[in-house]
């Protein structure tokens, strides 16, 4: 296992235990897609990372060219051509750190074939918190909102706000269409501006589809013709089921329609 320790490839790394990283989950992260050996978006990735550290205070000692070949040389290093790169920003014991992992990524063959569920999360997002816009290290409220669903025999949980309007998934973004428009939760419901999230705002532009951003109630989901959700490592998956409502996705034109689309930005994304 390699990895990039702030300047150095390396296979370990200690961490003193006055690192603020370590004991508060003090830090930002961003999630990439590796496909075919290439980085995809690091542009956009870098520029939240950097939004994201700025709100911290926090000190991100690389820039995009740098991410960038240090990805290429990590999948060179590990023969990992389709996988998930990790890059964390981080408050260390003496200054502000950055650590660089990548492990193998596939999607779920069955995401496609019945698509993705969601069960409604008894966790409630705060749209006031000052980090629900932040890809943050503190990360527990998606592990136990993840992990409840697990329990529940489904494959994502799905986030209600405190006044229990439509959020954002553990680890996605939540869209839906009724009667051929596409719906998805406001910014300031309390969620998170996926890098996915945003290219779907942009397709639907470019292929002339009415799209609505807005505050939604769970009702509304549950009465749509079809859902999806997305994230950078699963792009557009559709939403087979939420609680007890079962989707069609044998139906499913606009996202199918979505999906070719946005499929055809990952496979024109070139090693430069």
Not at 237 to 245: A, F, L
Request: include cysteine; aromatic fraction near 10%.
């Amino acid at each position: 296992m390699h990895f990039y320790y702030n300047d150095q490839l390396t296979e370990e790394v200690f961490l003193q235990p006055s690192c603020q990283g370590f004991q508060y989950g003090y830090g930002v992260f961003e999630t990439i897609l590796i496909n075919n050996g290439i980085p995809c978006f690091v542009d956009m990735h870098y520029q939240r990372m950097v939004k994201g550290c700025y709100k911290l205070g926090l000190k991100l000692d690389l820039d995009m060219d740098k991410i960038y070949s240090r990805a290429i040389k990590l999948v060179e290093v590990l023969n990992i051509t389709h996988g998930r790169l990790k890059l964390i920003c981080f408050r260390d014991a003496n200054r502000d750190s950055t650590l660089m992992t990548l492990s193998p990524y596939h999607r779920e063959a069955s995401y496609l074939e019945k698509g993705i569920s969601l069960w409604i999360s008894s966790i409630k997002r705060n749209p006031y918190s000052p980090i629900c816009h932040i890809k943050s290290l503190n990360y527990m409220e998606n592990i136990l909102a993840k992990e409840e669903a697990k329990e529940q025999s489904y494959d994502e949980a799905l986030f209600l706000n405190v006044h229990n309007k439509l959020c954002e998934g553990a680890v996605s973004n939540i869209f839906w269409v009724k009667d051929n428009r596409i719906y998805t939760p406001e910014i300031e419901s309390g969620i998170l501006a996926g890098i996915t999230r945003g290219h779907i705002i942009e397709i639907c532009s470019a292929l002339k589809l009415k799209l609505e951003e807005g505050s939604y109630e769970l009702a509304e989901l549950l009465n749509a013709d079809e859902a999806f959700v997305t994230n950078s490592l699963m792009g557009i998956t559709p939403v087979g089921k939420v609680d007890k409502i079962i989707y069609n996705i044998s139906g499913y034109k606009n996202t199918n329609m979505i999906y070719d689309a946005y499929k055809k930005l990952i496979d024109n994304e070139i090693r430069i």
